[in-house]
């Protein structure tokens, strides 16, 4: 079995929507090692702030990176 990483894109959803989103990623997330979310960067940032907020200590996660820009956030579920 390969590891994955899933991709979300949750821009112009607002807070509740992109919560909804990822709560369903993780309830998905057998077999995935990382999900990357997308949320964008300049205008974005309370989605950011809340991926920050609501999912660091969430059973699923072991630690929230940042992504390759400042616009992702990469959830890791577990080592690769």
């Known amino acids: ?3 994955a990483v899933v991709q979300l ?3 112009g959803m607002n807070r509740y929507q992109a919560k909804v989103a990822i709560d369903v990623a993780l309830r998905r997330s057998k077999g995935v090692y990382r999900i990357r ?3 964008g960067g300049n205008h974005n ?3 950011r702030d ?3 907020e609501e999912y660091a200590s969430h059973p ?3 630690r929230i990176e940042g992504g390759a820009n ?3 956030s990469d959830l890791v579920l577990r080592e690769l």
């Open 9 to 11: 894109d949750i821009h």
């Open 1 to 3: 079995m390969t590891a």
């Open 37 to 39: 979310i997308i949320h």
């Open 70 to 72: 400042a616009g992702q």
């Open 60 to 62: 699923s996660v072991l």
């Open 50 to 52: 809340m991926i920050a």
């Open 45 to 47: 940032t309370v989605l």
